[in-house]
């Protein structure tokens, strides 16, 4: 039967305003908007380390002063970028709405995991940015990657401790639910690594999908 989908929170909220309250216009979120992909596609080429502000205005065609309306230094555009492409990972959720335990539930799992590595794909420069920066402690970087894992966190935790198995005390649903997500996300940053090794992305995404649904169904 179809499930309602847990931990879905509000996505992230893009600011609408310039960093002294100024209410931004069309005009302004354009400029935020270009500032941002810039951003983006810069940190992709040279990382965190040599992502200049100085950069990213000449990229974008503003001076740094523009850029300092929207945001007060390098970091706190590639937060915003993270906090944009974290919005990704919702719609994931749907796959959740199906019934694991019937005929269509490991392909649902199998979209789940691949979509999970494309949106890894799409984005790896300023999520492993993120995951970093969360890393080190930066709780500015913890709470937005939180964010975007939670909807699957809760999603999978609810799927387990609906399983006929769950009053065996084996498993604790949150527990398991966090550590299946880790272990997705791990997959997902780092599958291309796994080639050396005879490994293909298809491998990575079939064999996460089955771990990933064998403990949800057990």
């Known amino acids: 039967m179809p499930r309602s989908q847990a931990g879905v929170t509000n996505p992230v909220q893009v600011q609408e305003r310039a960093l002294d309250g100024r209410s931004i216009g069309e ?14 596609s810069i940190l992709e ?10 950069d990213i205005a000449r ?5 740094p002063a523009t850029f300092y309306q929207y945001f007060r230094d390098s970091s ?24 694991w335990r019937g005929p269509d539930g490991a392909e649902a799992a199998r979209r789940m ?9 799409a984005h790896r420069a300023v999520l492993r940015t993120r995951n970093l920066a969360a890393q080190e402690g930066d709780q500015r970087f913890r709470e937005v990657r ?4 939670q909807p699957l966190t809760e999603g999978l935790a609810l799927m387990i401790s609906e399983s ?4 065996s005390n084996e498993l604790t649903p949150y527990a398991a639910a966090a550590a299946l997500v880790a ?16 490994v293909s992305r298809d491998d990575v995404v079939t064999t996460t999908a089955l771990i990933i649904h064998s403990t949800v169904t057990r």
């Open 76 to 99: 706190d555009a590639v937060l915003a970028l993270a906090g944009q492409v974290g919005e990704e990972t919702i719609p994931l959720g749907a796959e959740m709405r199906v019934d």
């Open 113 to 121: 995991v691949d979509g999970f590595v494309r949106y890894w794909d």
């Open 27 to 40: 005009r302004g979120s354009r400029t935020r908007d270009r500032i941002l992909a810039s951003t983006a």
């Open 146 to 149: 939180n964010r975007a894992l």
């Open 164 to 167: 006929p198995a769950a009053g």
């Open 183 to 198: 272990m997705l996300e791990r997959m997902a940053e780092f599958h291309s690594d796994l080639e050396g090794y005879g």
């Open 45 to 54: 080429a040279v990382g965190i380390n040599d992502l200049r502000v100085v």
């Open 59 to 63: 990229s974008v065609g503003c001076s």
